[in-house]
């Protein structure tokens, strides 16, 4: 799983220690935690952590890497869809060092992110362009808001006239997008963050993922008036489509509204 599916678990776990529970992730017998897991859910006593398969606590859900509930691969093709998904929003519980942390930044600001992940062949069917990010950025400057855009080493694209905001990590970036008036990006680990984090966002969905699966109320998700998400693996002409159909001016008015 990446960011977004784990902070998506903790939304399915959302109110089990209330209730005496602990949610388990796995298939039934082992829990099943990724690379990012053990980031996102500190601190929660909503989930159980590998080692408690045996506890008498625990309530299973089969959401793990390889075994989503919100798809399914056809072949190397496409993600299908699960159409009966929907996401609540997650949960962070930052520690009180990391709330301070986050403090360096005044707040008030739009944080605006032009990047999808590289690494994955689906990527460019989410890749909006840098060139309309920076026409966003330029028209919201010029209306007297502050732009900021989170730095880190995997970082490649700096838009100009953006302050960059250095990050540790994840959890550092969210607590920092705490104090966001705005999120502008691709639909993807931020804006399930901005979710959680209860920060307002413009999210640019085109015609890879309906925002009906992994999008939020509290959210603008445009999709270019796109009426399908294929979900192809490789590069899309439909996607392209979606995503060129969606302008800086939209992204500018939907903006303004939420803020």
């Not at 520690?95 to 460019?124: D, T």
């Not at 796109?226 to 001016?249: K, V």
Request: hydrophobic content about 40%; overall charge neutral; some cysteine.
């Amino acid at each position: 799983m990446g960011y977004g599916d784990n902070l998506m678990a903790t939304g399915m776990a959302r109110g089990a220690a209330a209730r005496g529970k602990r949610i388990a992730f796995g298939d039934g017998q082992a829990i099943k935690w990724d690379q990012h897991s053990a980031e996102v859910f500190r601190g929660n006593s909503n989930i159980a952590p590998a080692g408690s398969e045996g506890a008498q606590d625990i309530e299973w859900v089969d959401f793990y890497k390889g075994h989503r509930l919100y798809n399914q691969q056809d072949g190397a093709r496409r993600w299908i869809w699960n159409m009966d998904f929907r996401p609540t929003p997650g949960e962070l519980f930052f520690h009180k060092s990391e709330q301070v942390a986050a403090q360096r930044i005044e707040p008030g600001f739009v944080l605006i992110e032009p990047e999808v992940p590289a690494w994955k062949s689906c990527s460019v069917n989410k890749d909006w362009g840098a060139a309309r990010y920076q026409a966003v950025a330029d028209d919201l400057k010029d209306r007297g808001l502050r732009l900021v855009q989170f730095k880190h080493p995997k970082s490649k694209t700096s838009l100009a006239g953006v302050s960059q905001f250095p990050t540790l990590n994840f959890r550092d970036s969210l607590a920092v997008m705490q104090r966001a008036a705005l999120y502008i990006g691709p639909e993807g680990g931020l804006h399930h963050g901005a979710a959680a984090v209860e920060t307002p966002a413009v999210v640019i969905f085109g015609g890879f993922i309906p925002p009906a699966v992994t999008g939020y109320d509290t959210h603008t998700n445009l999709t270019g008036g796109a009426d399908e998400a294929c979900g192809s693996l490789r590069p899309c002409s439909h996607c392209r489509a979606a995503l060129d159909a969606i302008t800086p001016a939209d992204v500018v008015s939907a903006a303004l509204e939420r803020l």
